[in-house]
């Protein structure tokens, strides 16, 4: 256990160097933003107002979006997805999969290691790739902010595109790994 | 007040809901709550800084460019060309989703086609070339390739399909 802990408080330290980065970026870009303005006063109007109007969609539901995000996290913790994952098999593989990765249990590269663990238990990797995916573009959260700035219809329409096709690519690509792999241990039986 | 309620639907809903959940939790446990509270801070803290820098960038879009320029890029006119420029675009940059859906509205005002902000959007989160090295460190490279070039087609098959159907 030890090396993953360590590598843990490397991984908090890299994060306060990054938030710390991005706060000065931010204040970088709000001192340009000001000079810019300044010298282009009659575009100052329009674009104040836009960012203006943008902001205030945001500030009404990021907060709200936030603390869904850290419900999940606290009350269905990383381990449980792991459990149920590892039975996953045929259809319900296919559908838990998808569940799985939609919520909001952090970034993508928390991900890969999960995934690579539960390959290891043995599941399947259509359903990792499924879930890789599911993990990666389907998030519950993220989906009300989609809804709130691109309308139900537009979300809704891609939600179940993207899940149709993350379903045939999960297919498609153990089928790819699958026949390659044969191929393989065929050659080194010739050999 | 009804007009109110209208435009600001989801809003409210998501608030409610948020509302509800944020009770039960505390009912059931504090210390939880609490966590989850400061998880959410956290998470907030660290978008904060991009929301604002992709929030000002939304003002220049729209307050600078003019939307004949955007549409002519990657609007209905740009037809296919215009999904393929906001799909690679999408797997390039690193922004994330929750920041991506402003951006894509803007977009969308500026002039943009369905099919380019839906391949847009589908690349920014399915394909991840800022991740790549991470992915195959974990992955191995050829899941990762696999993963990334079906992904990148796929979206643009989303892309073509909605914007036929919206």
């Known amino acids: 256990m030890k090396p993953v802990e360590i590598s843990k408080s490397n ?10 980065r991005d706060y000065i970026i931010m204040g970088a870009v709000i001192v340009a933003t000001a000079v810019a303005l300044l010298i282009f006063t009659d575009k100052s109007g329009p674009v104040l ?7 205030l969609e945001l500030i009404m539901i990021l907060p709200a979006v936030m603390i869904i995000i850290g419900l999940f996290s606290v009350w269905i913790p990383k381990e449980m997805v792991v459990k149920y994952m590892g039975k996953t098999s045929g259809t319900k ?8 990765g939609m919520l909001p249990t952090g970034p993508l590269y928390i991900a890969f290691p999960m995934a690579i663990a539960l390959l290891k238990k043995g599941a399947k990797i259509s359903n990792i790739i499924i879930f890789i995916s599911a993990w990666a573009c389907i998030k519950l959260p993220q989906e009300l902010v989609e809804i709130q700035f691109l309308g139900i219809e537009f979300t809704l329409l891609r939600l179940a595109l993207t899940i149709i096709f993350v379903v045939i690519m999960g297919i498609i690509i153990e089928k790819i790994i699958d026949f390659t792999d044969k191929k393989k241990i065929k050659v080194e039986e010739r050999v | 007040m009804l007009e109110f309620i209208k435009s600001y639907l989801t809003v409210i809903v998501i608030n409610l809901i948020v509302l509800v959940w944020l009770i039960l939790s505390v009912v059931k446990n504090k210390n939880k709550t609490r966590e989850s509270l400061k998880i959410a801070l956290k998470t907030f803290l660290k978008t904060f800084p991009v929301i604002i820098i992709i929030i000002i960038f939304i003002g220049f879009l729209l307050g600078f460019l003019p939307p004949d320029i955007i549409s002519r890029v990657v609007g209905e006119q740009a037809g296919f060309l215009g999904i393929l420029v906001t799909a690679v675009l999408g797997s390039v940059l690193f922004v994330p989703a929750l920041i991506s859906f402003p951006l894509a509205a803007s977009l969308l005002k500026g002039g943009a086609s369905i099919m380019s902000v839906a391949a847009f959007i589908t690349t ?4 991840g070339i800022v991740t790549l ?4 460190k974990e992955m191995g490279k050829k899941l990762t390739i696999l993963r990334n070039v079906f992904s990148f087609v796929f979206a643009i098959i989303i892309a073509l399909i909605m914007g036929v159907i919206l």
Do not use: D, H, R, W
């Open chain 2, 133 to 136: 090295p991470l992915e195959i």
């Open chain 2, 124 to 127: 920014l989160t399915m394909v």
């Open chain 1, 93 to 100: 593989g296919i559908f838990l999969s998808i569940a799985l």
């Open chain 1, 11 to 20: 991984e908090k330290i890299k994060q306060k160097k990054s938030l710390i």
């Open chain 1, 49 to 55: 107002s836009v960012s203006k109007n943008y902001f």
